[in-house]
Every structure is written in structure tokens, then in C-alpha cells.
């Protein structure tokens, strides 16, 4: 189990708003005494789970659900993680795949992602005897284009850390705070969110973006993202990195492992990696292309 470093209170009575959010958690989750938690492996979820272990020990479940959307170094990373902290951990594979609505990626894939991944996880926690599933949904996720959270409600999921006020920066805070190893990791996000609405997803164009990504993080690129136009890639990597893909080594590096995976241009956007930025297609309401004169082309 990962070493714990418990919070010290301070010595006057006063509790910082970030404690006062955890100990609020905590009551939360000992009133419900028995959870599965979605457990993804990220940092929301990671601290969910952390702080469900340490409150209801065994009677907290973690679930990992498994399909080709998930990258599989994060389903393995999930299930040392869960091992570390000590949760009873189930695999279970999903078929979102299979589903011609999700398949389609309409503005709406995400529903139907959800309503898969709940409706098993409350199979799974039924069979358990276990009344509540809880995901690691947070007060900033408001912001973002989430059709999955009407999946959420139609499957009577909870998301305390969203309940008791939980921001993203206050959840990085309090796993670090906690001793969690994944306190700084990267935004996760389903490979699936690489494909611009519209844009038919297959397990082998899934495969294909994995693959750019993995030669991205080979080469020391710790925030990536490898976005799908059909014959076009086109890179996000953090604001203060992406000179260095233009660099000529690095450069010719990248064209031959996308090459090989199959693309015949490779672009880079130069405002830089932001998290769901194929949402900012769906809120702003703009067209399909992005603005061109922020992409720049590699080849």
C-alpha cells in the first residue's frame, strides 16, 4: 500500500477550505460505507479511491474499465496503482465499439461511452452488494463539454468530489499532500477524444494515434496529444515544448514513426496542448476545421 502522509491540522483550531473539503469528503463517503469507484488510473479518480481506501478500507472498490480506447500502459498503470493502495480492483472489458452511435462520434460519443461503462459498473457492484458507484467527476469538469454526465445521472452515479466543491487544482494538491505518485500526471482522456466530431472511430485509427503518442513520449514529450484529420496528424504538446519539435532530429524522428503508423502529413497546432480542445469546436459553435493559422506543417 502507498505510504500515506497524513495532513496536519494546524495547532489553532483553523482548518485551510482544502481541508475542510477533505474532511467533508471523508463524512461523505463513510455515510455511504460501501463504494465502487470508476477508477481510470488519473488523478481525480486516483484520490477518490485513495481517500475511499483510507475511510471504508476493503468496503471500497475500484473498477477499470477496458476497451480499445483505452491506452494499454494506462489500464496497467491503473492496476498497479489500485494494488498499491490497497483496493480490491475489478477489470472489465467494454464494447462502446460496438455501438454505431458511438462509433459515429456525434457531439455526443461520450454518452454513450458512459452509459456502457456505468451499466456495467452497476452490474458489477449489484453483484457485489454494493449500492453506490461513484466517478471522479470535479467542480472545473462543469466547464467542459460532458454529455457523459446525463449517463451519470441516468445510472444514479455519484461524483462527490464535484458534491463537497472539489476543484482540479485542489484535487493535484491534496494527492500530493497524500503521497500520491500520480498528484502531477497529465490530464487522461480516452483516445476516442482524439477524433473531431464526426470522424468515424475504428480500433485500428485508435491504434494508429496510440502509436504517434508513444513515439511522442519516447522522445520526452510528457503532454501529448496526436489529433486525427483522416491523412493528417496533427500535434499538441505543452506551449514551452513545442520548439523542440522542430528541432531537426527530432523532427525527422517524428515523421518516420507517424509515417509508419500510416499518415501522409504531420502538423503541429502552435497554441499548444489544452485539454478537450475538439470541445472548443462544440461550445464556440465553429465549423469542423480548426483555425489554420495556428497549425504549421512539420513535413
Not at 6 to 27: V, W
Not at 82 to 95: D, M, S
Amino acid at each position: 500500500m502507498v505510504g500515506y502522509r497524513h495532513s496536519q491540522y494546524p495547532t489553532d483550531g483553523t482548518m485551510s477550505e482544502l481541508e475542510i473539503k477533505a474532511e467533508r469528503l471523508k463524512n461523505l463517503l463513510r455515510q455511504l460505507e460501501r463504494v465502487l469507484v470508476c477508477f481510470s488510473g488519473g488523478v481525480d479518480s486516483s484520490y477518490l479511491l485513495a481517500v475511499s481506501v483510507r475511510v471504508l478500507g476493503e468496503n471500497a472498490v475500484a473498477l477499470t474499465a477496458v476497451s480499445p480506447s483505452l491506452a494499454p500502459e494506462e489500464g496497467a498503470d491503473a492496476q498497479r496503482l489500485a494494488q498499491q493502495l490497497g483496493a480490491p480492483h475489478i477489470l472489465v472489458e467494454t464494447q462502446e465499439l460496438d455501438d454505431p452511435r458511438y462509433a459515429a462520434n456525434p457531439v455526443n460519443r461520450c454518452y454513450f461511452c458512459k452509459t456502457e461503462v456505468y451499466g456495467v459498473a452497476v452490474q458489477q457492484a449489484r453483484r457485489l452488494g454494493i449500492s453506490h458507484v461513484l466517478d471522479g467527476f470535479n467542480r472545473d469538469d462543469r466547464s467542459d463539454h460532458r454529455p457523459g454526465r446525463q449517463a451519470a445521472r441516468e445510472w444514479g452515479v455519484r461524483s462527490p468530489l464535484d458534491e463537497v466543491g472539489f476543484t482540479k487544482e485542489e484535487i493535484r494538491e491534496a494527492a500530493r499532500q497524500m503521497g500520491l505518485p500520480v498528484w502531477d500526471k497529465p490530464a487522461l482522456a480516452c483516445l476516442s477524444s482524439r477524433f473531431p466530431s464526426g470522424t468515424s472511430i475504428t480500433p485500428e485509427r485508435l491504434r494508429q494515434v496510440w502509436r504517434c503518442e508513444c513515439a511522442l513520449r519516447q522522445l520526452g514529450f510528457r503532454i501529448c496529444r496526436v489529433r486525427y484529420y483522416d491523412e493528417e496528424a496533427r500535434i499538441e504538446v505543452a506551449p514551452e515544448e513545442i520548439s523542440r519539435l522542430f528541432f531537426s532530429e527530432v523532427r525527422e524522428e517524428i515523421l518516420l514513426h507517424f509515417r509508419k503508423a500510416g499518415f501522409d502529413s504531420v502538423t503541429v497546432d502552435l497554441q499548444g496542448y489544452r485539454s478537450g480542445s475538439l470541445n472548443e469546436l462544440v461550445l464556440n459553435h465553429h465549423s469542423i476545421s480548426p483555425e489554420r493559422e495556428r497549425i504549421v506543417t512539420l513535413t
